[in-house]
């Protein structure tokens, strides 16, 4: 895993690539972003926002005209995550500053095994821990015991699931899981996301992203 880091805070990026490589990742560190565009083989990018010459957001619109590379944006302030989705900047995911490292290493598994997943066939079981969600049978079981779901909990949990650790849109989440051509109000979504915590009985596996979304937890 080649992890190429864009940051022009020296601290930061420091301590970063220390970490990563004691994580066993091979790390690159840029500080500018015409040095992140045409940086080249690595495997996932953490790219800063406020960068001295041309920002986070154009860094990877850039990029996106040419490559699928997943980018992982760090995000200062609040308002910036809703940017990071909200402009179509084509980011897979943001991590919050001050952030964690194993939250990091998380978030750079989860957009990397993101990619494997679509490249692969998808198998019928996802067994995460205590919980297996089973496609074919359209059965969920947490320790081996049922759990009862409607099949619109389901197919959300289902979705959920496939990349856990990843923040799915709402709009993404209801065009997937109920209409192509849904534009209604949300509520639904929020409802079945409750009705979900409450049978799997861990809300706490299911995190809300203000102004964005949803994801599924990694489960350590
Ligand atoms: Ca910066």
């Known amino acids: 895993m080649h992890v190429l880091i864009v940051e022009d805070d020296q601290a930061i990026a420091s301590s970063l690539v220390l970490g990563l490589q004691s994580a066993g990742m091979t790390v690159t560190h840029v500080a500018t972003g015409i040095q992140a565009v045409t940086a080249s083989q690595y495997d996932v990018m953490l790219l800063d926002i406020g960068l001295p010459d041309i920002d986070g957001f154009e ?33 897979d995911d943001y991590v919050a500053k001050p952030f964690g490292l194993r939250e990091l290493i998380a978030r750079i598994r989860a957009v990397t095994r993101r990619l494997t997943l679509h490249n692969t066939p998808k198998s019928s079981q996802i067994v ?68 979900l915590r409450k049978k799997l009985g861990h809300p706490e596996w299911i995190s809300a992203i203000r102004g964005v979304g949803f994801r599924f937890e990694i489960m350590p």
């Open 128 to 195: 995460i821990q205590e919980l297996k969600v089973d496609s074919a049978t359209r059965r969920v079981n947490i320790a081996g015991a049922e759990i009862d779901l409607t099949a619109k909990e389901f197919d959300l949990l289902e979705y959920l699931v496939r990349e856990p650790g990843v923040v799915h849109r709402r709009n993404d989440i209801l065009e997937t899981v109920w209409d192509t051509d849904w534009y209604g109000p949300t509520k639904t979504l929020d409802a079945h996301i409750a009705a």
């Open 59 to 91: 860094v990877c619109r850039r990029i996106r005209l040419t490559s699928q590379v997943p980018i992982i944006m760090l995000t200062a302030r609040a308002d910036e995550i809703d940017r990071v989705f909200g402009l179509e900047t084509g980011a």
